[in-house]
């Protein structure tokens, strides 16, 4: 079964500040995809990036980066410099097959607040 | 904004009820996704349609079905509405290769209310 795992239920950070959205996950397939979803308050889910399991080269663009861990599950999303507008639910997702078709696996979400 | 549009956005309701969730998804898409998000489970996959056919299904109970139309739109029917069927109810599309490996993109959701 596939499963991803947010420890961080809430993180509060004073504006500017640095911070990193961890994230772990599971599954047997050799060939998965992971992704990062954005809910602001307005609610709607809006996708960050993609990384495929054969990639692990880490990313950055612009405030944001990725870093993609295969040898520990781990796919960390770092914020540098936040600001007030990146308030908002993150939500990490698993693309994989399992036994079956390809299905997206959320987890349960890290609220970030980032206060002025 | 995604593309994907979807209607009602809120939706108030009895128990016992049966109500119907439209879903546009972006143009060229041929795959349609619907997930509900409770404060109790999560995100969770409902079902999925690519060019009017079901492909594959998640957690979704069986007083709930989905269909997609020849113009590629698709609708959830939720009926035996329970308290517990609150929540908000995402459609995503995505081009579906054969692979079915395709980044979803998300509408703005329905949120579902069951008084």
């Known amino acids: 079964a596939q499963k991803v795992t947010q420890a961080q239920t809430e993180i509060s950070v004073v504006e500017k500040e640095d911070v990193t959205l961890d994230c772990v996950y599971e599954?047997?397939?050799?060939?998965?995809?992971l992704f990062w979803y954005k809910q602001p308050p307005s609610g709607e889910l809006v996708f960050l990036i993609r990384?495929?399991?054969?990639?692990?080269q880490n990313e950055i663009s612009g405030r944001y980066s990725w870093n993609f861990q295969k040898s520990t599950s781990s796919f960390n999303f770092t914020i540098t410099a936040s600001q007030v507008v990146d308030s908002a639910v993150y939500f990490c997702a698993l693309l994989a097959s399992g036994a079956g078709s390809y299905q997206l696996t959320f987890g349960k979400g890290t609220k970030l607040s980032v206060i002025p | 904004d995604s593309g994907v549009t979807q209607t009602p956005k809120h939706l108030i309701t009895a128990t016992g009820q049966r109500v119907t969730l439209r879903c546009s998804p972006r143009s060229g898409d041929l795959s349609v996704y619907w997930y509900q998000q409770s404060l109790d489970q999560g995100l969770q996959f409902l079902i999925q349609?690519?060019?009017?056919?079901?492909?594959a299904k998640g957690n979704i109970l069986e007083r709930f079905s989905a269909q997609q139309f020849p113009d590629l739109h698709s609708e959830l029917n939720l009926s035996s509405l329970e308290l517990g069927d609150s929540a908000l109810y995402f459609c995503?599309?995505?081009?579906?290769?054969?692979?079915?490996?395709?980044?979803?993109?998300f509408g703005p959701g329905t949120r579902l209310t069951v008084l």
């Open positions: 349609y690519y060019n009017g056919e079901e492909r």
């Open positions: 599954t047997r397939d050799t060939t998965y995809y």
């Open positions: 990384r495929n399991s054969f990639d692990e």
């Open positions: 995503a599309s995505s081009v579906e290769s054969t692979s079915g490996t395709d980044t979803q993109y």
